[in-house]
């Protein structure tokens, strides 16, 4: 009696593709602090620029924070789906016996763990470096896990609606930082809200609401994209 061979489900599918996706990134190391050393980079050139003047720092803290997470992001958006798309990677994932939305959704995550969530572990530490107010770093977190994965999210389908161009690099910068600007400015708005004694809980809700919808709708929105693309 030969053996039954059970399609994969979506939980086993995404654990490859997460997998497959570590490995990846464990081969080009070195690639993978890129974000995190540029954020680094962009924080201590606003700092030099500004004098080293704890007074004026700690005014743009929060605003040259994000911008610093927002640039990092978009230095990797290119790279989403990129190295899929050439190595024959997406059609496969086309043929996949699980929806092409889950696999852009899981490839979107890997690419926020990737690239934002260390920002937002060294979130902390930059913030010292431009005299951010202690009081304002929990509004500035809870600005960042919302609006971070919003900004992958927006960001993948502009990856996947250029994934078909060669040298796209500055076409999906000058797609993406349109639709980024309302997160900084919500992001940011946020704390200078907190800064100024009122409540930032609008803000936050905003951006909440946002990833809610964005969630839902954006994984389907590029994988919708790719098949354009592919076709």
Do not use: C
């Not at 024959?88 to 899981?106: D, F, N, R, T, Y």
């Not at 937002?120 to 010292?128: D, I, Q, T």
């Not at 999210?153 to 690099?169: D, E, F, H, Q, Y």
């Not at 839902?216 to 790719?226: C, D, E, R, V």
């Amino acid at each position: 009696m030969s053996p039954v061979h059970h399609a994969p489900g979506l939980a086993s599918s995404a654990k490859a593709l997460m997998a497959r996706d570590l490995r990846l990134l464990w081969r080009r190391r070195g690639d993978a602090f890129q974000p995190a050393l540029f954020a680094l980079l962009v924080v201590v050139l606003f700092a030099l620029g500004l004098g080293g003047e704890p007074q004026a720092l700690s005014k743009v803290a929060a605003a040259v924070l994000w911008l610093a997470v927002l640039l990092a992001g978009l230095l990797a958006l290119d790279t989403l789906f990129r190295g899929d798309a050439e190595d024959g990677s997406l059609e496969q994932w086309m043929l996949a016996p699980v929806p092409l939305a889950w696999l852009v959704g899981v490839r979107t995550f890997m690419h926020w763990a990737t690239t934002a969530l260390p920002l937002l572990v060294a979130a902390p530490f930059l913030g010292e470096l431009l005299h951010l107010p202690r009081e304002q770093l929990g509004v500035l977190m809870a600005s960042l896990a919302l609006g971070t994965p919003l900004l992958s999210l927006l960001g993948a389908v502009v990856a996947a609606l250029t994934v078909g161009m060669r040298r796209s690099g500055i076409l999906v910068a000058l797609l993406a930082l349109p639709l980024y600007v309302p997160i900084l400015v919500f992001g940011a708005g946020a704390v200078a809200a907190s800064a100024q004694g009122l409540d930032p809980i609008g803000a936050l809700l905003m951006l909440a609401a946002g990833l809610v919808v964005t969630a839902l709708l954006a994984p389907l929105a590029a994988a919708t994209a790719i098949r354009i693309a592919l076709n």
